[in-house]
């Protein structure tokens, strides 16, 4: 290898490391996002067939779900901040990688799309990027709306009749029903695992 050649493995093997981490993190954001789906399903079944029978422990599984979605929406935060970190040393990588990608130049008929240089970080604007669909925005926004939904649920139980079935027998009940969800949810992993 020429001492010439050195710069540019460099700034490819700095690429290939940013493009992994970036990649690595977007992939986690959408997977944390999936289990927060999963745990909210599964707390809102929960939920369902205590409200009627046993309302307090039906309002304790609401807060333990906005509590478990607030930590959800940090995670998430986190993870975002990993992927921008990403994202910059990408830009910067590519700025040199594809300095050729300009007219007249054997790189001027690829697609300018597919490189974040070329799309510039722009003004955060969370309305534009409500609306543009972006990820940033609208995952944080359902978890942020979920647990909205069961701190308003938990009260909402918390101000509900007793009932007069044992807290043992409904959680028993609530045990059985989350059993069911967690085979149910078991054999469908089991049919795409075997589909794959």
Request: charge should be negative.
């Amino acid at each position: 290898m020429q001492p010439s050649d050195q710069p540019e493995n460099d700034l490819e093997r700095i690429h290939d490391y940013a493009w992994d981490w970036f990649n690595y993190h977007a992939g986690q954001r959408t997977s944390m996002f999936n289990y927060a789906l999963a745990a909210a399903a599964l707390m809102a079944a929960g939920y369902g067939a205590l409200l009627d029978k046993h309302a307090p422990v039906a309002a304790g599984i609401g807060f333990v779900a906005a509590f478990v979605l607030f930590c959800f929406l940090l995670v998430d935060g986190r993870n975002q901040e990993l992927v921008r970190r990403g994202e910059t040393v990408l830009r910067a990588a590519e700025k040199i990688l594809f300095a050729d990608h300009a007219k007249g130049s054997r790189l001027e008929h690829l697609p300018r799309d597919l490189y974040l240089l070329d799309t510039p970080p722009a003004k955060e604007s969370t309305f534009r990027d409500f609306l543009a669909g972006k990820h940033r925005v609208h995952l944080r926004l359902i978890e942020f709306v979920l647990m909205v939904a069961f701190l308003a649920a938990a009260f909402f139980a918390l101000c509900s009749e007793p009932s007069k079935e044992p807290v043992a027998v409904a959680v028993g009940k609530v045990a059985e029903s989350l059993n069911g969800a967690a085979d149910s949810l078991k054999d469908a992993a089991d049919t795409l695992s075997r589909t794959k």
